[in-house]
């Protein structure tokens, strides 16, 4: 037992490390809506991770592995989610602003329920989610009666080393903005996240289970 947890949190640690669309919501809502913003991203995208632990453990995130309708319409719904955010950070990077304008965008300022409610559908609204963890877990649970409450503590696990990580981020994007107060790099920072956020939604609408 104590060999499997010791590789699922291995595992689990390399794939919350590696870069996708939460990493880059909060990094972009950090660095325009300060470290307050940020964190109310990662608060979200916790939410969202609860929802994908209440569908795991009530098995209804089979559903979305055998159910190519279901799987689909969340699918598409994920990806036009991601492309709105996306065509949304490119429109701001497209439009002229001045230096002055970015101490508009302090924390105090910024729509905390907003970024919470970008966390929460970016990562509600993802079914590869669901699959992933359908397919990832197995190999690391133990045979036996409790295997659903394993499911349901490992994927707690993840998504506690998830929040962990995205915090630390959120912290490092807020104080890199706050030495970059300049109209120039804040839309070109719009841009990179804009374009990033409407790759990973094609990829996703593109994307098989």
Not at 20 to 36: K, Q, Y
Not at 59 to 67: H, I, Q, T
Not at 93 to 118: C, E, F, K, T, V
Not at 121 to 127: G, I, V
């Amino acid at each position: 037992m104590e060999t499997q947890w010791l590789a699922f949190s291995i595992a689990a640690l390399m794939v919350t490390v590696a870069p996708g669309p939460d990493t880059f919501l909060v990094i972009g809502n950090a660095l325009s809506g300060g470290v307050r913003r940020g964190l109310a991203t990662v608060a979200g995208i916790l939410t969202g991770g609860l929802f994908h632990v209440s569908l795991f453990a009530f098995g209804v995130a089979r559903l979305l592995m055998y159910s190519e309708r279901a799987f689909w319409t969340v699918k598409m719904l994920g990806a036009v989610y991601l492309i709105y955010l996306g065509a949304k950070a490119l429109r701001s990077a497209l439009r002229p602003r001045a230096d002055a304008d970015i101490d508009g965008a302090a924390p105090a300022n910024a729509s905390l329920w907003r970024g919470y409610a970008q966390g929460v559908l970016t990562n509600a609204l993802n079914p590869k989610i669901a699959i992933f963890y359908l397919a990832f877990l197995p190999q690391f649970l133990a045979p036996g009666d409790d295997m659903a409450v394993q499911s349901v503590l490992m994927i707690g696990l993840h998504y506690l080393m998830g929040t962990v990580w995205l915090s630390l981020l959120a912290f490092g994007a807020a104080r890199m903005a706050a030495s970059m107060r300049s109209a120039r790099v804040a839309r070109t920072l719009d841009g990179i996240v804009g374009s990033l956020m409407l790759g990973f939604g094609v990829k996703l609408a593109w994307s098989s289970r």
